[in-house]
């Protein structure tokens, strides 16, 4: 039973297409994450929500919005794809404050063409 | 300048060699210090977790942080093929609401 869960795995799209990645965790944490990782391997954070409440919000174009229907649930839609989007995009999950660590799914590869 | 300063590697020993990966960070204000393993086209997965100063141990896996040096590390004893992954570290001021990452080893144990 997947404790984080993110579909699709892969997506191949064209530029200024507009697409949808879900993730879902049956963890029972309360806070909930979007990370980017580049093709160095690079994580850097996009989003994160607590309890359906958005508190971190890096700087990130707004063509992305994340969406939180409840805590365990986090969506992130993206507007008008471009090129430099691609990339393996993670959601986590943790207790409230993250001191214990995150809990990640497996990644969704975005390739846009 | 990056907050988390990680050495990419790649690393590559044989099996049974000791590993020592390290990352270096310029916030005197994280407190929280992670790693995590990640395999190929997978996501990661949390190894160990530290908080302020000091060494802890997991089996194969010791975890030393050095807050006056700024600097952590992750040692792996009698390191194992299976042990081939990169190796993420991450750090966090007081909340732990936001970690941010190095940029990850890649490490290939040679059977």
């Known amino acids: 039973d997947t404790a984080v869960s993110q579909t699709p795995k892969y997506l191949v799209t064209q530029m200024g297409n507009d697409k949808s990645i879900k993730c879902e965790q049956n963890l029972g944490h309360d806070t909930m994450y979007w990370y980017k990782q580049d093709s160095k391997k690079f994580l850097k954070i996009m989003f994160s929500y607590n309890n359906k409440e958005l508190i971190i919000n890096e700087t990130v174009p707004n063509r992305f919005s994340p969406k939180s229907p409840d805590k365990a649930h986090l969506n992130l839609h993206i507007n008008s794809l471009e090129l430099g989007d691609s990339a393996v995009y993670f959601c986590?999950?943790?207790?409230?404050?993250?001191?214990?660590?995150?809990?990640f799914g497996s990644g969704t590869r975005l390739t846009v063409v | 300048q990056k907050e988390v300063e990680q050495d990419p590697g790649p690393l590559s020993v044989p099996e049974g060699a000791i590993v020592s990966l390290n990352c270096t960070y310029s916030n005197s204000a994280f407190q929280y210090f992670m790693w995590y393993r990640q395999y190929s086209r997978k996501g990661p997965e949390l190894l160990m977790y530290t908080y302020s100063s000091g060494n802890k141990e997991d089996g194969r896996f010791t975890a030393q942080v050095d807050k006056s040096s700024k600097y952590i590390s992750l040692f792996i004893r009698d390191s194992q093929p299976s042990d081939s992954a990169t190796y993420l570290c991450a750090m966090s001021g007081n909340t732990g609401n936001q970690f941010y990452f190095g940029t990850g080893t890649s490490l290939t144990v040679i059977p």
């Open positions: 986590a999950s943790s207790q409230s404050s993250g001191i214990y660590g995150y809990t």
